[in-house]
């Protein structure tokens, strides 16, 4: 099994990032797919999830409406577009992908917003 992010690094706030995750290994379809991310000196926190065929997400109330959470279960990948982003934002972001009995979880991407 393996969860691959990447499209994480260094911007201005205000700006967008898009992180893509990679899946392998398990059946990608049938799993709840989610970004977490995790500050310095803070616990790991749930940004947003998507369900296993797409319609249906969640996000945490502090990026509503600048994230946004997608699949595509054709390439095995989840994605999170991150628009106008703020320096609280900085975080290592981590792919989670979740069953019933099963969770797996990346090695996780910088992302730093900083002028």
């Known amino acids: 099994v393996q969860l691959v992010e990447s499209g994480g690094g260094l911007v201005q706030p205000g700006g967008s990032l898009r992180l893509s995750c990679a899946a392998s290994g398990f059946t990608f379809s049938s799993y709840i797919m989610s970004w977490y991310r995790q500050a310095p000196g803070k616990e790991r926190e749930l940004v947003a999830s998507?369900?296993?065929?797409?319609?249906?997400?969640n996000y945490v109330h502090s990026v509503k409406g600048r994230f946004t959470i997608s699949r595509d279960n054709a390439k095995n990948t989840v994605y999170l577009q991150m628009n106008s982003l703020k320096p609280e934002d900085t975080a290592v972001y981590y792919c989670?992908?979740?069953?019933?009995?099963?969770?797996?979880w990346g090695r996780g991407t910088q992302v730093t917003v900083s002028s």
């Open positions: 989670n992908a979740r069953s019933i009995t099963l969770r797996y």
């Open positions: 998507i369900s296993s065929t797409g319609g249906s997400t």
